[in-house]
């Protein structure tokens, strides 16, 4: 059985910010996945800050086979970036509490034909110190966001 839950709007919204699909409001949350983040590195000057990593995650019944790509970005964009993988969009997000947080989705075809989005994020960097070069990011499955019309 599905456990059935809503997303707030909050979440949704923040999900599908760069989608162009129409949200599910039925979601089937799963438990979680780690994705590995290797590489980091942040480079700041006057203009800004630029960031790139490597990310892989293991094969996910909800969004497809494992994935390993590269993504770049700047902390001046302020929306999530697709990666080399364009199924995976990421976001370096700096809050007062957690530092610099790396915010990642994937969204993919699951076993079942839909479309589904996952998601995770974890500090990058603890405020005023320097990035961890590798960290792990606990992702967990947040809903189809469109469902295979054949079934
Ligand atoms: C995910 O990573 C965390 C922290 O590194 C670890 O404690 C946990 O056991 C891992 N979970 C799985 C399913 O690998
Ligand atoms: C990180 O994920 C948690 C939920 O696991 C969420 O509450 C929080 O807002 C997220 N942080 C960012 C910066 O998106």
Redesign the pocket.
């Known amino acids: 059985m599905h456990l059935t839950i809503t997303l707030t709007t909050t979440l949704l919204s923040t999900l599908l910010s760069t989608s162009h699909a129409l949200p599910q409001t039925v979601v089937n949350p799963g438990g979680?996945?780690?994705w590995t983040v290797t590489n980091f590195e942040i480079g700041c000057s006057p203009g800004g800050c630029t960031y790139n990593f490597n990310i892989n995650g293991p094969a996910s019944a909800d969004v497809g086979p494992a994935f390993s790509t590269y993504c770049s970005g700047t902390d001046v964009q302020q929306k999530l970036v697709p990666c080399g993988d364009q199924n995976v969009q990421a976001n370096l997000v700096p809050t007062t509490q957690d530092g610099l947080v790396l915010v990642v989705n994937r969204y993919g075809a699951g076993i079942n034909g839909n479309h589904g989005i996952m998601s995770g994020n974890a500090t990058a960097a603890p405020a005023g110190e320097p990035a961890y070069p590798s960290f792990?990011i606990?992702a967990k499955f947040y809903g189809d966001i469109f469902i295979d019309s054949k079934k």
Do not use: E
């Open positions: 979680i996945t780690n792990v606990p």
